[in-house]
């Protein structure tokens, strides 16, 4: 594993490994409560260095058609986008762009698998594209940029 793989996912203070069942050492953020609401959502590095995100259909997922809602879809290409680039960002960022295709449909009790790769970084942008699958299937498409933020210092007051 890159050293750089391995500091980016041990210096988060609210990154959460789960302890049980099938994301057992999957790893989740807890700072972000719409996702932690909306999810959850978990990823991983896999064995050649590449980021593999997921997370189970429940009935919480679905729309009025019994399909996985595309905003949910959405809210979790998104959480995709940061853990692809984790490794890379080190530090606090914000989606800029964001662009998508549904595909096809999820359904209750699937695994929603996301992967992707970063397509180009730079000093405060960092490009990436993905896509979610269930088994062979395809479900949706996403390409999207982080913009790399830099904290500002507490201004005194004067």
């Not at 302890?19 to 896999?46: A, I, L, V």
């Not at 940061?82 to 009790?109: K, M, Y």
């Not at 960092?126 to 790399?148: A, D, H, N, P, V």
């Amino acid at each position: 594993m890159h050293d750089t793989t391995k500091s980016a996912f041990s210096h988060r203070p609210d990154l959460h490994i789960g302890t049980e069942g099938e994301f057992t050492g999957w790893r989740t953020w807890s700072r972000d409560s719409f996702e932690t609401h909306n999810g959850p959502f978990w990823h991983r590095q896999e064995p050649d260095g590449s980021i593999r995100s997921a997370f189970r259909v429940e009935k919480k997922h679905l729309n009025g058609s019994r399909n996985v809602h595309g905003g949910c879809f959405m809210a979790f290409a998104d959480y995709c986008l940061f853990a692809i680039a984790s490794p890379i960002l080190q530090g606090p960022g914000v989606t800029v762009n964001f662009a998508c295709d549904f595909l096809d449909a999820g359904r209750e009790g699937e695994l929603i698998v996301g992967t992707g790769e970063i397509t180009r970084a730079g000093g405060s942008l960092i490009f990436l594209r993905g896509q979610l699958t269930s088994g062979e299937r395809t479900l949706f498409t996403f390409s999207g940029t982080i913009k790399r933020v830099k904290r500002k210092p507490p201004q005194p007051n004067a």
